[in-house]
């Protein structure tokens, strides 16, 4: 067994790292202070070519391996979990449904200014009354004279509302299958499209510089090749997405633990008590020991889900453990951050304070932490 990274991997890691410490983690404070959506940054990271990280240079990417925009997205969210979240949609759940399901020319024309970074997508899966049973979708298309009219509601799509964004890709019932089930399938909404519409951006606890936005379809006229993928097919093509976005989710989580511990560590060692600095007090060395520990773990979970999808393993469980474990351990490790800062790790000023409030929603996205218990039960086979 190998867990010596390549050449490439280390690049890019060491590569946002010092992107990260040198440009996103100065600003982190501001933008949650301000909910400032981070387009310099976009535009940065854009010409660091990480918005395309793991997609093919003839779609506009950087052609690099799960494994390497795993890392890209731990170092980006270890300085600002709303730019990692930012990064981490935009190329798991906005770029990759072209990808993977699209045709030539809607990769041509979707794909390519998604992976250099020009244009930002959404993803629009849940629903007001539809979130966990994702299949419980209740906006609808119908086919009318060539165009697919769509009604309904789609609710807290990241990336949806940036002056950045070209439309989002959504679920809608088409009809119903041969088992009288509704059938779903996934459509290309253009941002500029009549009676499609995206509220204010929501007053979040955390993530607070990303853009999180209800949509509105009201009669929303597309074209009928905006169709993506297989008509009912559309279920499970964004389920299929979802089992990659756990890896980005999960890498999300792993970042946010490492840049508690790194701030805990410093303050630990630099805050004096009793005639000596913290660190030197058993109970906070074995509270940093746990967090590395978990850290480590957490981590090396994310990159085997990494390295099996690069290797065109089965992934499925691996992922799921992996976002599931590295949720956990992101609550557990910036709880512990806060405790070892005291007082301080209660003001705004101290990083942590805004870490605290970003973690809880990598126990709740993409799959809950009871929703990930239950793929994981089931790919167990109960
Ligand atoms: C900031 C933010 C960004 C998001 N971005 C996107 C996006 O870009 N695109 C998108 O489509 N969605 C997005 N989401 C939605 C997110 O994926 C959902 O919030 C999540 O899947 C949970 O759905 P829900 O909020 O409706 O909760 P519910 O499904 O109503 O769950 C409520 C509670 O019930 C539990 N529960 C539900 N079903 C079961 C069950 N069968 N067994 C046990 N417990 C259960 C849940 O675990 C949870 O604790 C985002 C959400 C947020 C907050």
Redesign the pocket.
């Known amino acids: 067994m190998d867990f010596d990274l390549t050449d490439e991997q280390r690049a890019i890691a060491g590569l946002c790292r010092e992107f990260a410490r040198d440009e996103v983690k100065p600003r982190a404070e501001e933008m949650d202070a301000k909910a400032q959506f981070p387009y310099d940054l976009v535009a940065k990271m854009a010409e660091l070519g990480l918005m395309g990280l793991p997609f093919p240079e003839e779609y506009g990417g950087a052609g690099a391996d799960t494994v390497s925009y795993a890392l890209a997205v731990m170092e980006i969210a270890r300085a600002d979990a709303s730019t990692g979240i930012t990064l981490a ?1 935009h190329v798991s ?1 906005g770029s990759t449904p072209f990808y993977l399901f699209g045709t030539e020319e809607q990769k041509r024309r979707y794909l390519v200014p998604l992976a250099r970074g020009e244009m930002l997508w ?5 629903e007001p009354q539809a ?3 994702a299949g419980g979708t209740r906006t609808r298309a119908e086919l009318r004279e060539g165009r697919w009219i769509v009604n309904g509601t ?6 949806s509302g940036t002056e950045l964004t070209g439309g989002t890709t959504i679920t809608a019932i088409t009809g119903t299958d041969a088992k009288g089930r509704p059938e779903i399938s996934n459509f290309i909404v253009p941002q500029d499209t009549p009676g499609f519409t995206r509220s204010k951006t929501y007053r ?1 606890m955390g ?1 607070k510089a ?1 853009d ?1 936005r209800e949509l509105s379809f009201v009669d929303a006229a597309i074209p009928e090749e905006n169709l993506l993928g297989r008509r009912g097919g559309g279920l499970k093509q964004f389920l299929t997405i979802l089992d990659g976005g756990r890896i980005s989710v999960a890498a999300l989580s792993v970042g946010l633990a490492m840049g508690a511990y790194d701030e805990a560590l410093a303050y630990a060692k630099d805050r004096h008590q009793f005639g000596q600095a913290i660190s030197k007090f058993q109970a906070i060395q074995f509270k940093l020991a746990d967090m590395l520990m978990e850290i480590e773990h957490a981590k090396l979970m994310v990159l085997k889900a990494a390295w099996e999808k690069d290797n065109g393993r089965d992934y499925v469980m691996t992922a799921s453990l992996a976002k599931l474990y590295s949720g956990e351990v992101s609550r557990r490790v910036v709880n512990e951050a806060v405790q070892i800062h005291g007082g301080y790790g209660f003001m705004d000023e101290y990083p942590v304070s805004r870490m605290y409030r970003d973690q809880k ?1 990598n126990e ?8 990930q218990r ?1 793929v994981i039960a089931r790919l167990m086979g109960l």
């Open positions: 949609a759940l959404g993803f629009g899966l849940t979130g966990s049973d789609k609710a807290f799509i990241t990336n979040k993530w990303s999180t929603i709740i996205g993409e799959g809950t932490n009871e929703v239950l």
